[in-house]
């Protein structure tokens, strides 16, 4: 199993962008599949999940968009409205189950991660 995230990069206040995820080893629509993030000094924290329906932390609703290509075996988050305090490294994930929790510790496969800079 792997994933490997890309996409991230920086941007000013207000910009968008889109990470991807693809899976290896698995099929993404079977799993409960999740963007995290990290910023310096903080824990890691859920940001967006997609199982059988999606779910977004509050701080990211009507901005952030997560979905999945079954063909491609990919994850994306589209992120919009982008603001200095989203910076952080974007990790994604999947739990070994198509049902959704919260916890960064139900997620057993991990990606290495990737950045994401919002400059005001």
């Known amino acids: 199993v792997q994933l490997v995230e890309s996409g991230g990069g920086s941007v000013h206040t207000g910009g968008s962008l889109r990470l991807s995820c693809v899976a290896s080893g698995y099929s993404v629509s079977r799993y409960c599949m999740g963007w995290f993030r990290q910023a310096p000094g903080k824990e890691r924290e859920w940001v967006a999940l997609?199982?059988?329906?999606?779910s977004y932390v509050d701080d990211v609703k009507g901005r952030f968009t997560i979905s999945r290509d079954n063909v491609k075996n990919t994850v994306y988050l589209q992120m919009n409205s982008l603001k200095p305090e989203d910076t952080a490294m974007y990790y994604c994930a999947s739990r070994a189950d198509v049902l959704c929790w919260t916890p960064v510790t139900q997620y057993k496969y991990w990606g290495q991660g990737t950045q994401v800079t919002v400059s005001s």
């Open positions: 997609i199982g059988r329906g999606t």
